[in-house]
């Protein structure tokens, strides 16, 4: 697995050369597929049981304390996807700025 989403033309090769580029950065990886933050966006009460949506903020919680934990509190965030993420803030992490990698300019 670990070759599956580390090799190749991914997304997370795009952004380690991101990375080598701006001279920093940080993945986290999670088993589920996370990165800190649901691969899709936290439907609203009633769309999503109650147990699905509290997976989901777990996933949330375990990549900002992470984060936290590497001494990060503010963030740019790459992204194939443009989406909004609410509770982090919470966790002390603020997303300064959502760049898109599809396009390699989409800076916000």
Do not use: C
């Not at 599956?4 to 580029?21: M, S």
């Not at 990060?72 to 992204?79: N, P, V």
Request: charged share 20%; net charge positive; no cysteine.
């Amino acid at each position: 697995i670990i070759r599956d989403v580390f090799g190749g033309a991914h997304p997370v090769q795009t952004a380690l050369t991101r990375f080598k580029q701006e001279g920093r950065g940080v993945i986290v990886f999670l088993r589920d597929g996370a990165a800190g933050v649901p691969t899709h966006a936290i439907p609203q009460a009633g769309s999503m049981s109650e147990v699905a949506r509290s997976r989901q903020w777990r996933e949330v919680g375990l990549g900002a304390q992470i984060l936290k934990d590497l001494g990060i509190s503010s963030i740019r965030l790459l992204t194939s996807t443009k989406m909004t993420y609410v509770g982090l803030a919470g966790f002390g992490i603020e997303i300064a700025a959502t760049e898109l990698m599809n396009d390699g300019a989409g800076r916000e």
